[in-house]
């Protein structure tokens, strides 16, 4: 079994939902500046995802990056965000 956050956790910081959300969500997770600089430090990295009925949204909220999936390379925009669909191989 993968763990999806395996090779990403170390970016993150994840927070339980409040009681009322509970039985919908699982968790929060947010990205973490200081940690993505101290383990990713602006180099290139890869995240291995695996089909799943979940979609994966990625709130941009702060600078642009690119975001590479297989041959294509797609430039996000700080007012962009980003919704991954992984609902087939």
Known sequence: MIEIFDNIRKLYNFSSPCPELADYIEFFSESSPAATSRHAANECFTVKM?????PTIWINLGA??????????????????????????
């Open 64 to 89: 642009p990056y690119h975001l590479v999936t297989g041959k294509d390379c797609h430039m996000i925009h700080p007012a962009d965000d980003v919704l991954v669909l992984r609902d087939s191989p």
């Open 50 to 54: 695996f089909p799943s009925w979940t």
